[in-house]
């Protein structure tokens, strides 16, 4: 059996068969991180600050950038690259998404904080001069280039400017996100060699159609040939794991993939600001995959 299938069988034996409804709410644990509140000054240790690229600054596109409580000018550190979900996201437990890079928690509940530089990357529309909410481009256009753009960019300019490993540079998301870290981490080839490994959190690129140019598995599966041997950790809500590995596992049968539940019902990425079984392994997955080598 495969060891990514015996973690999620040893921390959840039930995974395959409990639906999100049936797993507690987020809510009945205390969190014991709270994301720092974002401010528009200058990007500092402890810090999480409101950015623009240059050639943004007149119009309403920007990103977000948390430089860890360990942070120090020339050390060089990873950095974990965020997607946010879809915007006007709501369910019957209280979830929502708002798709703006500030409403992201991945990032800093698998850091604590510290150890990682962390940048939330916007998605844009079709013009490339605004925020698009919901998925990327516009709805008569689907358009992911301006998005990759302005991604590829951001990266660079924080590693260069603020310590960030370029060899250490995961790439994470939730919901629309982790559909993300395939559709637009392994869109081309220029894109894909940014990151060293993905951390997707419900849903999953060829999994199921969307409503965007592309979704389907064939198309999907072009994307995943640029993965190579690198790591992903795959995780959601109820059975959203499983599915994903059953999808998964006959086309890349040798491949380093993670699946796991977190444990919780919600569809709400505040699960990582809460202790649980499923961050503990998180988290031990980024440690080895981002360790100093």
């Known amino acids: 059996?495969?060891?990514?299938?015996?973690?999620?069988?040893?921390l959840l034996p039930c995974a395959f068969a409990v639906t999100a409804a049936e797993q507690p709410d987020i809510r009945t644990v205390p969190a014991d991180l709270v994301v720092p509140s974002l401010t528009g000054g200058k990007a500092a240790a402890g810090q999480r600050v409101k950015q623009t690229l240059p050639g943004f600054?007149?119009?309403p596109v920007y990103h977000v950038l948390y430089l860890p409580t360990d942070w120090k000018p020339g050390a060089k550190l990873p950095v974990l690259v965020e997607?946010?979900?879809?915007?006007?996201?709501?369910?019957?437990?209280?979830?929502?998404?708002?798709g703006r890079p500030e409403g992201s928690n991945l990032g800093y509940g698998l850091s604590a904080g510290r150890g990682f530089l962390w940048l939330c990357v916007p998605y844009l529309n079709a013009a490339g001069n605004d925020l698009a909410l919901t998925w990327w481009g516009d709805a008569a256009k689907r358009d992911p280039q301006p998005t990759l753009k302005y991604c590829r960019e951001a990266v660079q300019r924080v590693c260069r400017e603020f310590g960030g490993d370029e060899a250490r540079v995961v790439l994470c998301g939730f919901s629309r996100g982790a559909i993300a870290c395939n559709y637009l981490g392994l869109h081309d080839d220029e894109t894909a060699r940014l990151w060293c490994s993905f951390f997707a959190y419900s849903h999953y690129d060829g999994v199921r159609q969307w409503p965007y140019p592309g979704s389907d598995r064939a198309a999907a599966l072009t994307r995943l040939q640029r993965l190579g041997n690198r790591p992903q950790f795959i995780c959601g809500e109820g059975g959203n794991a499983a599915e994903t590995e059953k999808y998964l596992r006959p086309l890349l049968p040798d491949a380093n993939l993670t699946f796991l539940s977190t444990g919780f019902r919600n569809h709400n990425d505040a699960w990582t600001l809460r202790p649980s079984p499923a961050r503990d392994a998180a988290r031990q997955w980024l440690a080895r995959g981002t360790a100093a080598k």
């Open 83 to 98: 997607f946010a979900g879809n915007g006007g996201y709501s369910n019957a437990f209280g979830d929502i998404s708002t």
């Open 57 to 59: 600054q007149s119009t």
């Open 1 to 10: 059996m495969k060891r990514a299938t015996l973690l999620l069988l040893a």
